[in-house]
């Protein structure tokens, strides 16, 4: 089995760096199949893996080798493969494969096709490394790694100039780039803050050690632990405030986003609450604020997608939207919940942003769901398979979607939180009708890009038939979820609804179904039949507060990043140039003008050299006399 | 080898002697050629080094002045021992890469003798003998930045020189009252450092003391507010002077203050944390700041060495092994990363002549090569898991966190703020479009400056990976030197504050 965790991690590893070798020559088409095909040994590696953790019930784990030593400090390369890490590798690699095929076709015309290759192939590394170590220290390289490769994807097409935010909301691939870098790295002194509690109050990093050690820590300790690993989670898996970064990635390849930023690397958090569940379920007021932030931006990342109009955001916004629930599930316990969320989401999420990404494909990379319309007729599968992913995102029964979203939904009232499950129902509306909103708008109605002079046409064969396993997994994923529990609970704590909440689950569920069936309705009153442009509505104050993101990009640069500019600008030529040096520069220059001053006593006069004698055998006899008074 | 720290002092300070009368077209290959016998003698150093012994190794001991114990007295432990690695392997690289066609003899001679005073400093258990090493290494420097630097080369070199060397000499002062208290106490002259560790001082001298030696080493780190020299320096030195200066001899202070102030002055070390470890903070807050408004690529460099300086400080005084440990890993870590960047810079002001970002944009399309090096200096510098720059970094907040969270939360923007400026520079200079005509065809790297980067990159990664072979050695020093600084503090607080780890306690309980 040994061998099985390390091919699972490494071939990843391989595949980055075969692609790296070829970095910077042209595009070679058996790079990216090389790579896929490694991928899909590794995935391969993972469901064996898989199998065997669910066949055995123990985990497999590994120590390769020692990493960091100092002090009492001991940082291992260990890996751990257990009920959780497991799913999130067999998941993780699923859709790497996949993403890889994909990309093979979508990026079949870029000069950097091999490059795109070795990143790609890093960032599945990272995320293994990720989820598969078994201590905090690793997990913390991984997360590093994936900031890392998101910097490099999403500035892919670096060469770009960087324009004004009403031309392009992320201003350029490199600006958007380095705000998820620098954004993430925010987050992840409050997750270094948390290992350094974790570490002197326990006196280890390793997962089962401080797992054992955490019942019998002090309170503060462990809130102060919970709520510094969280500001973590918050960095990745981008909630409020830290959440701009997210929707500007979509700068990067659509590859990348449906892998990275939709699918894997913004799991991270999540996985991270899930991991340390045995930390967050001593918390319990950490652990609510957790599922009052997550359910909170479920319905702000909701609100932002309903009027936006590029195709990419939307999907970026649900995805926000969609991490918010899972917070909420592991906020409220329901850890296994929330996984099981987060891989149904995976899978119908990155069939959403490949299908995007099979219409900017067609439309020469145009993305203003405005200029589509009536794709259909060019692109069946592409609409059949982002019809199957938003239909699962709607949480319309029996997709994938509609077990997962509706069991958090159910958490929240089975916890008794009603105000949370109010939110998330409500927001469960709004997601079916931004969802088909899209849908509508891009493949319905009348054919508006013609007016553009754009002939679309359908995307390759083999690269539809590579995003099948992911449209029969957003509609059958669901049925699996008993299963799952039965897995997955060996680990996390088991969740059940009370006697209440089950009596009436089916209330709760028709709830849910009324909203999302009620949200497709006025999304196909209003948008099946074409685009009919209210300008009252749009040029309405909320409609501009919701389509300008609540103007928060505008404030962190005006409150933030400009402030930022100026006081570093003022500390170099105000205070570093014109107080700190400048008094060294003066220091030295009195002792020079004194030097030079005194200098003018040398003149040779005789009588001048009496007079300073005088002058100099007074003072000394008047040193004299108070030193020994002083003594006396 | 008994004398092996002999030679390695002094096989470059001859072989420069012998270099006047080389012929000036293979002055050059004469310089590499010593200098790698010099990096080969250090590592045959570390592979004979015991690692096992935590204390001072390959010791020589010759007298000079017997009636006032001054000794040329040698030797090196885990603390010491990687720094001498990288001084002979930083000017070693720093020969192969250098560009200078004026009077490249002058500079391979005075490189020669730059490297004998550095490693001299480095190898001194006797305070005399450190002091003639410390004020040595000043010469040759002013030398280069003075004869081979930019237009201002002349005010950048004074200010360098009397500057450090106002400071050095209020710890000359402290040394000889040291001396003069040893005499007292014990009725023998003594320079030894070693001897020196053994004084058990009141505290109001420890303070004292504290301070003539925190202005010597301080100056030299350069600690805020005595930092001003250094942008100059940077600002006008060449390439090779800015890599030697960056990687080997700011670390001359905060070896210093490993060295001298906390064994020496146990209790007023621990009194002087929070001052220090306010400096520390301001350093690392400000100069970022500061750095993030450069426009001249070299001078963000400058000021992030400061900035990057400001981590070491703290890690120093958190008076524990990971933090201590970390910050000796961290002033390695930080000569190679800082002296690659800057040859780095030097490499585009070969072809540009000039720094100002503001003329590149786009060079990762023109120069792939040259921008993927940059890129992994740049992540090691911002501190990325499995590069050089995480490990120290990691260990000296870890270390630091146990004396204050606050300062830890304060001191660790610095992987935040360290990314802005960073991050800035790399999207100024290498992305974007090519606007600028004259960078439409640039040069990648050659092969001679593609292969005195790649051994940087290599340990880049390999001690971000495995730091195991210098953690370890360090890691035993550093904790020998906390049990008996322990052990020797008067004050209960100090007792209190510094933390032998409970590995290195048991280990001697088993002897």
Redesign the interface.
Known sequence: MEGLVYIALFAPFASSLFAALF??SERKIFVGVVASVLLAISFVASAMLAFYVYGTGHAVHVTM?????????RIPFGFVVDQVSVTMMTVVTLVSTIVHIYSIGYMDHDKSFNRFFSYLSAFVFSMMVLVMSDNF?GL??GW??VG?CSWLLV?FW?????VSREENPSI?P??AA?EA??MN??A??GM??G???L??NVGSLQYDEVFAAVPFLDGTVLNAAALALFIGAMGKSAQFPLHTWLTDAMEGPTPVSALIHAATMVTAGVFLVIRANPLFSLTPEVSYFIAALGTFVAFFAASMALVNRDLKRIIAFSTLSQLGYMFAAAGLGAYWIALFHLAAHAFFKALLFLGAGNVMHAMHDELDIFKMGGLKKVMKWTYLYMGIASLALAGIPFFAGFFSKDAIIETAWNEGTIVLWAILVVTAGMTAFYSFRQVFLTFEGDERYKQYGIHPHEMYRYVLIAMSPLAVLAVVAGFGMEGFEHFVTKLLPDYHMSEHTHHIAWILGLVVLVFAVGGIALAYKKYYHGLKRDEKLENSWYYKLLANQYYIPVLYEEFISKP??M???A???K??MKI??A??DGI?KFLYKTGDETRKMQTGNLSNYLNWMAVGAVLFLVVAAISAAAIG | MDNILSVLIFFPAIAGLLGFVVDKKSARAYGITVAAIEFLLSLWLWFSFDTGNAGMQFVEMIPLIPDFGVNYYLGVDGISLFIILMTTLMTLIGMVSMSIEKDVKNMIITLLFLEMTMVGVFVALDAIVFYLFWELSLVPMLYIVGAWGGPLRVYAAI?FF??TFMGSLVMLVGMLFVAYVYHSLTGVWSFAITDWYALVLPVNYQLWLFAAFFLGFAIKVPM??F???LPYAHGQAPTIGSVILAAVLLKMGTYGFVRFSLPMFPDASVMMITPIAVLSIIMII?TA??A???KDMKQVIAYSSVSHMGIIMIGIFAM???GI??SVFQMLSHGIVSGALFMLVGIIYDRRHTKLMSEFG?L??VM??YA?IFGIML?AS?G???TIG??GE??V???F??IS?VM??LA??S??LG??YM??VF?KS?????TKEENKNLKDLTAKETWSLVPLVAIVIWLG????PV??PI?KSV?AMLVFMEEKAITAEAKDIIKV???ATTVGEVK
């Open positions: 970095g910077m080798m020692d990493w960091i030593n100092a002090g009492d400090l220290a913390f390289i590093e790694g890392v500035g670096y060469h770009k100039p960087d350029s490199s600006w380095n870098f620098i790295r925010i992840d002194l270094l803050i290992l350094f509690i570490y002197w930022y500019a006081i570093s600008d500390m170099w030529n205070v570093d700190v040096d008094t060294v030295a | 200010k009397l500057y805020f507010p930092h001003t020299w400000y700041m500061v993030y408004a450069q524990n092994s990971e440990g970390g786009g990762a399309a792939p090569k993927v992540m911002v990325l898991p499995l995480f490990v990691f260990l907040l870890l270390g966190y146990e969270p830890t939360i660790g923007t992987i935040i990314a802005v991050l800035s999207k290498f992305f974007g479009p090519v990976v495995y730091p195991k953690l370890d890691n904790n780890p409970q590995s």
